[in-house]
């Protein structure tokens, strides 16, 4: 007899009835989750994006008066540095407005697509530059950046992957033309482009 009242009390726990609450809270969970993975990266900045335009077209004018190609290299090297801080603070003040974490899944898929083709971009321009090639660092760039920029931007507002493949088809452009249109053409993709990008994405959404 004393065997018998813990199956009757193992029958009563299973017979019990599932809380709904319990079950709305685990459905609510799973569709954020969800939407939270199919939702895009939004927090790409529209107005840092001019600004590193700007910057990048005031680079490009002050490295073509420069006597020295290496003189050059360094403007934009100074340049790079400065508009990749423009870059993220837009983004993280972007993204705190919006209410939009760095750290979300969208934000993640951004920075995994983004990633890798700039790693790549600047192990090539640092061995590159090492053995004085320096005439075929300004493609490069380009063709990197716009990778990265297409690859990150297939999670993120349509403008973006848009702007990644017109980066290289001005890359492939800058390998046709005579090697002192480097800085024309990095002043051309990395500040015009970057302007004109930057303003539809600040008009469409949100800064």
């Known amino acids: ?17 599932v809380n709904i609450g319990d079950r709305a809270i685990d459905n609510v969970k799973f569709i954020r989750e969800m939407m939270e993975r199919s939702a895009s990266f939004t ?13 990048a ?16 290299l360094v403007t934009w090297l ?3 540095f400065l508009a990749f801080a423009i870059g993220l603070l837009a983004m993280w003040q972007k993204s705190k407005i919006a209410g939009q974490s760095l750290f ?8 995994f697509g983004f990633i890798p083709p700039l790693v790549v971009g600047i192990v090539i321009v640092l061995g590159l530059w090492r053995n004085e090639y320096y005439y075929v660092m300004a493609p490069v760039c ?3 950046y716009g990778a990265a920029v297409a690859c990150g931007g297939a999670f993120s507002a349509r403008p973006v992957p848009v702007m990644g493949w017109v980066f290289i088809v001005l890359g492939a452009v800058a390998f ?3 090697t002192n249109y ?7 993709s990395f500040g015009l482009l970057h302007i004109v990008f930057g303003a539809i994405i600040a008009r469409r959404y949100g800064g």
Do not use: H, W
């Open 176 to 178: 046709v033309l005579p």
């Open 142 to 144: 380009m063709l990197c």
């Open 1 to 17: 007899m004393g065997n018998t009242s813990p199956l009757r009390k193992d029958r009563s726990e299973q017979d019990e009835p």
């Open 78 to 80: 100074i340049e790079a």
């Open 43 to 55: 927090a790409v900045p529209g107005y840092g994006g001019i600004l590193m335009g700007v910057t």
């Open 182 to 188: 480097g800085n024309l053409m990095m002043g051309a």
């Open 104 to 111: 979300s899944t969208p934000a993640r898929k951004f920075a």
């Open 57 to 72: 077209v005031v680079a490009a004018y002050i490295a073509n008066t420069q006597v020295y190609l290496r003189d050059s």
